[in-house]
């Protein structure tokens, strides 16, 4: 079955009707007035013409960035790309971020991952129209990681993502600094995506059930392929999977395995070797890859596999290294890396009585969580959180699709997967802000609720599934 973009506009249009009755006063607290930016920056969302092959130019949709107050590296800007500068902060910077929409609709920007309020975290009930802006004020106050900012106004997520708007938001801190991880030239980031292009060379967005795909791999906003040129040393490379919805399946060329050292919410407390894992959308990987014993012109590469594959069945290549002459730097994996409280069971309030979540379509509300789909103004019992407490939740995926589940807020810990079939490989090591749930699996994850109280989302990254409509709110009071 089809969604109709009929569909679509009738979705929000009908939330928007919804969210000017309804009022979110309670939660909203004033901006403080003795908040001093350490840095400020200004994004615009506006239409961009982007060349991507030397044959055709792609009219889209791209966040600009200025800066206003702050150091240089703060904003860095890929060259030919349709993404949004990447971000860099420092854990402890106070950040004002001016968000001006040039868009032909309205739109919001939400911060992926970070532990912020209520009306920082781009709620779609902060969308704002065209030629309008949004300021948000917050201290950083996640670890180092690579985490990620994107749309997130309701029923046009999707189309507002495949059209361009993301960009990286990138924290370091101290415990990162001190561990010596390579860096500069030797630390790499990239996003992937896939997109779909019409004859004309425009984004051709097409929602379905079960996602929006495309037949164009991108990496970095630009289309793949091209190789990467290395020196003979340790890499660090960060990967974001920043599709709508395709799930990734990746190995190394070489058969060897990756050392894993860090997940969505920064580094992992010990390396995990890897061998085939998943990267759904959203989710976040980082790991070092070591060139020092390889010679000059020898190439290894990031291969992608159906879901469903084994290691040598067929596979094509994502990000291809070439090694050079140049030496590089090498690097050992610090035994520890960077430890993080790790949650029990017994501290979760709800040990004894699990929340369930089950992902399921319903009839005439396509797909929802526990048969809801996204309302504005109404939670059931289990939506409802004490501020400070600790809970386990329980997500099930009965359907025969993935579902990258992403909370937002703090982040989370996996405590107990089991998958059925053939589907294994996914990252759940340290600190998760997205779980993937392929068919068949069932996964408890615990949570504190401890930094905000507020209205918080909950729903399925894969950005069609959340459109229309996996997706909730939570509230903590
Ligand atoms: Cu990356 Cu609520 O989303
Ligand atoms: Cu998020
Ligand atoms: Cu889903």
């Not at 990496?219 to 890499?235: C, D, F, H, L, M």
């Not at 010679?295 to 291969?303: A, P």
């Not at 359907?399 to 405590?415: N, V």
Request: glycine share 8%; net charge negative; aromatic share 10%.
């Amino acid at each position: 079955m089809e969604l109709s973009r009929r569909n679509f506009l009738y979705s929000s249009l009908s939330i928007s009707t919804l969210a000017m009755t309804n009022s979110f006063a309670s939660v909203i607290e004033k901006v403080d007035s003795t908040f001093s930016p350490d840095v400020i920056i200004e994004l615009t969302a506006q239409e961009n013409r982007v060349s991507l092959t030397s044959d055709f130019s792609t009219m889209l949709w791209s966040y600009k960035g200025r800066l206003i107050k702050g150091p240089q590296d703060t904003l860095s800007e890929i060259k030919g790309s349709y993404l949004g500068p990447s971000l860099q902060f420092n854990t402890g910077d106070k950040v004002k971020i001016i968000f001006r929409n040039k868009l032909p609709e309205s739109s919001i920007i939400h911060w992926h991952g970070l532990d912020v309020s209520h009306e920082n975290d781009g709620h779609p009930h902060f969308a704002v129209n065209t030629g309008e802006s949004y300021e948000y004020n917050f201290v950083v106050q996640n670890r180092a990681g690579m985490y990620w900012y994107h749309p997130h106004p309701h029923g046009r997520t999707g189309k507002q993502v495949f059209n361009g708007l993301a960009g990286l938001f990138i924290v370091r801190d101290q415990v990162e600094k001190k561990l010596t991880l390579p860096n500069n030239d030797q630390e790499m980031n990239f996003v992937f995506q896939d997109r779909l292009f019409d004859k004309q060379g425009n984004i051709d967005y097409r929602p379905t059930m079960m996602g929006a795909h495309g037949n164009v791999l991108m990496v970095n906003g630009k289309i793949a392929g091209e190789t990467i040129s290395v020196k003979q040393g340790t890499y660090r490379i960060r990967i974001l999977n920043g599709c709508n919805a395709r799930v990734f399946n990746l190995a190394l060329s070489n058969g060897l395995k990756i050392s894993q050292i860090g997940s969505d919410g920064g580094l992992l407390e010990k390396v995990n070797e890897l061998e085939l894992f998943y990267l759904a959308p959203s989710e976040r990987v980082d790991f070092l890859l070591d060139f020092s014993e390889m010679k000059t012109g020898e190439k290894v590469s990031l291969d992608m596999y159906n879901l469903s594959a084994k290691l040598g069945d067929d596979s094509h290549p994502v990000l291809e290294f070439e090694v050079n002459n140049l030496k590089g730097e090498r690097f050992s994996i610090p035994e520890t890396l960077a430890p993080y409280k790790k949650l029990k069971r017994s501290e979760a309030v709800n040990n004894i009585n699990i929340k369930k979540f089950e992902l399921v379509m319903a009839h005439g509300k396509g797909w929802t969580i526990n048969g809801q789909g996204y309302e504005a103004d109404r939670y059931e019992d289990y939506e409802i959180i004490n501020f400070g407490d600790t809970e386990i939740w329980e997500f099930y995926n009965p359907t025969g699709m993935p579902h990258p589940m992403h909370i937002h807020g703090t982040p989370f810990q996996i405590l107990s997967r089991t998958s059925v079939g053939p589907f294994k490989g996914s990252l759940d090591e340290g600190l998760k802000d997205t779980v993937l749930l392929m068919p068949g699996d069932r996964v408890q994850i615990i949570k504190e609720f401890n930094t905000f109280k507020g209205v918080f989302l909950y729903h399925c990254h894969n950005l069609e599934h959340e459109d229309f409509s996996m997706m909730r709110n939570y509230k903590i009071v």
